[in-house]
T-cell receptor, first 111, second 117 residues
């Protein structure tokens, strides 16, 4: 049974700072790794995904994946108040397989 | 673009009664639909995954008898919470996936919130 954990539970960062979120998983056969963002009262929306070890950057967002350590992370540079949301990491064993989510990290970016 | 609509957004029901919720995929063909429950205590629990041409697979602690799901075509799914009690409270989210052509991304609706009194 896949176990996905996120840290920290919540985070307050000043505008313009870097935000770092962590996710660990338990099944070493995991193949697909996602970050979702959920603004209050809205649908969770896929932010970024990564499928192989290393780093992937899209705009202000960067994902790092280290499969051997069963860990991946999301970094947001130049954090904006609009980045305030619940960030959920998710893992699956394959393309059509179920997606297991963590409990989320609540981020508040203070102007 | 790919959109998922859920209905109703919110329901208040009496303990022991049932609630049916619907999920509509627009702009893509939902080859698989996953139903999740989001509650303050227990994160994002997967209830079941329904994939076209396969049986609906329920997760541990969730059963077809309690959460019957219908996925009759590639744009619609529904789920009922039967005999709802306090522990069934939460936001029920439908996530639909269109397959490799849409990058295997799971698109979510805004959820159906169940309040049990």
């Amino acid at each position: 049974q896949q176990n996905v954990q996120q840290s920290p539970e919540s985070l307050i960062v000043p505008e313009g700072a870097r935000t770092s979120l962590n996710c660990t998983f338990s099944d070493s056969a995991s193949q697909y790794f996602w970050w979702y963002r959920q603004h209050s009262g809205k649908a969770p929306k896929a932010l970024m995904s990564i499928f192989s070890n290393g780093e992937k950057e899209e705009g202000r967002f960067t994902i790092h994946l280290n499969k051997a350590s069963l860990h991946f992370s999301l970094h947001i540079r130049d954090s904006q108040p609009s980045d305030s949301a619940l960030y959920l990491c998710a893992v699956s064993l394959g393309a059509g397989n179920k997606l297991t989510f963590g409990i989320g990290t609540r981020v508040l970016v203070r102007p | 673009g790919a959109l998922v609509y859920q209905y109703p957004r919110r329901t208040i029901c009496k303990s022991g009664t049932s609630m049916r919720m619907e999920c509509q995929a627009v702009g893509f063909q939902a080859t698989s639909v996953a139903w999740y429950r989001q509650s303050p205590q227990k994160t994002f629990e997967l209830i079941a995954l329904s994939t076209v041409n396969s049986a609906i697979k329920y997760e541990q602690n969730f059963t077809q008898e309690k959460f019957p799901i219908s996925h009759p075509n590639l744009s619609f799914s529904s789920m009922t919470v039967l005999n709802a009690y306090l522990e069934d409270r939460g936001l029920y989210l439908c996530g639909a996936r269109g397959g490799a052509s849409s990058g295997n991304t799971l698109y979510f609706g805004e959820g159906s919130r169940l309040i049990v009194v």
